[in-house]
Every structure is written in structure tokens, then in C-alpha cells.
């Protein structure tokens, strides 16, 4: 168990809906990140969070967004939902905004039909 | 932007036997963090091992062991007395010391063959 913890699970959804996913890092830790894996890809970097600001962004459409909380869970906002969006969304935390190792989230598998 | 590659899609070992999977990376950086992730197939991604780049000595954490060469810019697992466990993908990433993002090769899925 890595400490981060995602939710839910698993989310089955519709086209053009929207949803919210939710991340809780580690104890301690200031940095989120967000990234996408679909079925047999790599992981695609989506973007960042260190202590409520947003710090790096990577291929994020502009149909998702995210923040972070003063309690420093994290929120990643999917809307107008595509087929192509269904994938694996993984939250990452790490100690610091600089700190060297992240650690994984359990995933969210999302399923947009 | 920093790139991972990692050439070898597939591999497969037989069961106590050694495996080593490659990973190579692009930076004009000369400080910067290695890791190797493991993702079985519950898809959890696990911390197998980290390098710093400043340090020469590679690191080792029980039955992983890397080889990094810095100059060659290659930073290769090494898994001994492979178990039924190690089977899973295994992603190479990269991240600089100065910068926030990670970046991770394409994964080399592992087989481990009784």
C-alpha cells in the first residue's frame, strides 16, 4: 500500500458526460500528479500540483482540469467525455515540490460508452 | 524535452534464472533521478528502484540491481533469481532535479516462464 488513495474505483459513464475523479496523497506530501493510461500504452503525464498551484502541465486536454485542496486532495475534472477517454487515471503524490519519488495511487479505471 | 526509451517490448525469463531489461534516456541535464516501476496485472504501479545520477555507485535493493552507465546515458534493470511475482510491465522514468515532471518509457512486459 503506497498511502495514496483514489476514488472510486471504477467509473462507468456515458459520452459527453462529466465526471470527477479524486486523489488523497501521502501523509506529508504536497505534490499531485495526475496521469492517463490507456489499454497497453505508457503513462502520459497530465499535470501537476504542488501545495494547491498548479507547477507543470503535459498533454492535458482542455476538456479536463484539476486542482488541489487546501486539505491537498486533488480533483481531476473530466467533461464532454469521449470514447477515447475510457483509461486508466493514476494519482501520484511525492513529499515535496522538488522531492525525487512518487508514489502511485491504486488508479481509477474509467469506461466512457 | 527528455525522452525514454526503452527497446525491448516484450521479454521473458525463466523462473530463477536473470533478466535484464534496457532503458535508455536523452537529457543534456547532468543531475537527475532514475526509476524503475513495476506494474502487475492489478495495474498498481510499484517503486522498484531510484538512481541518482550524482552517485556512481548503482543501486541494489534485494534481486534488482541497476547498471547505469551516465556517459552511455543507459540505465538498465537487472533481476536475479527471477520469481512467478516479477512478471509484470516495467517502466523506465525520468526527472530531472531541477524540474516537476517525470517522464516514463513505453513499459517492457515481463514474462517469467516456470
Known amino acids: 500500500d503506497s498511502g495514496v488513495t483514489q476514488t472510486p474505483k471504477h467509473l462507468i459513464t456515458a459520452t459527453g458526460q462529466r465526471v470527477t475523479l479524486r486523489c488523497s496523497p501521502r501523509?506529508?506530501?504536497?505534490?499531485v500528479y495526475w496521469y492517463q493510461q490507456s489499454l497497453d500504452q505508457g503513462l502520459q503525464f497530465l499535470i501537476q500540483y504542488y501545495n494547491g498551484e498548479e507547477r507543470a502541465k503535459g498533454n492535458i486536454l482542455e476538456r479536463f482540469s484539476a486542482q488541489q485542496f487546501p486539505d491537498l486532495h486533488s480533483e481531476l475534472n473530466l467533461s464532454s467525455l469521449e470514447l477515447g477517454d475510457s483509461a486508466l487515471y493514476f494519482c501520484?503524490?511525492?513529499?515535496?515540490?522538488?522531492?525525487?519519488?512518487?508514489?502511485f495511487g491504486p488508479g481509477t479505471r474509467l469506461l466512457v460508452l | 524535452a527528455q525522452t525514454v526509451t526503452q527497446s525491448q517490448p516484450e521479454m521473458s525469463v525463466q523462473e530463477a534464472e536473470t533478466v535484464t531489461l534496457s532503458c535508455t534516456y536523452d537529457t543534456s541535464e547532468s543531475d537527475y533521478y532514475l526509476f524503475w516501476y513495476k506494474q502487475p496485472p492489478s495495474r498498481q504501479m510499484i517503486l522498484v528502484i531510484r538512481?541518482?545520477?550524482?552517485?556512481?555507485q548503482n543501486a541494489t535493493e534485494n534481486r534488482f540491481s541497476v547498471n547505469f552507465q551516465k556517459a552511455a546515458k543507459s540505465f538498465s534493470l537487472k533481476i536475479s533469481d527471477s520469481q512467478l511475482g516479477d512478471a509484470a510491465m516495467y517502466f523506465c522514468a525520468y526527472r530531472s532535479k531541477a524540474g516537476n515532471q517525470f517522464y516514463f518509457g513505453t513499459g517492457t512486459s515481463l514474462t517469467v516462464i516456470p
Open positions: 538512481q541518482e545520477a550524482y552517485k556512481q
Open positions: 501520484a503524490s511525492s513529499g515535496g515540490q522538488y522531492q525525487e519519488t512518487q508514489y
Open positions: 501523509s506529508g506530501d504536497l505534490s
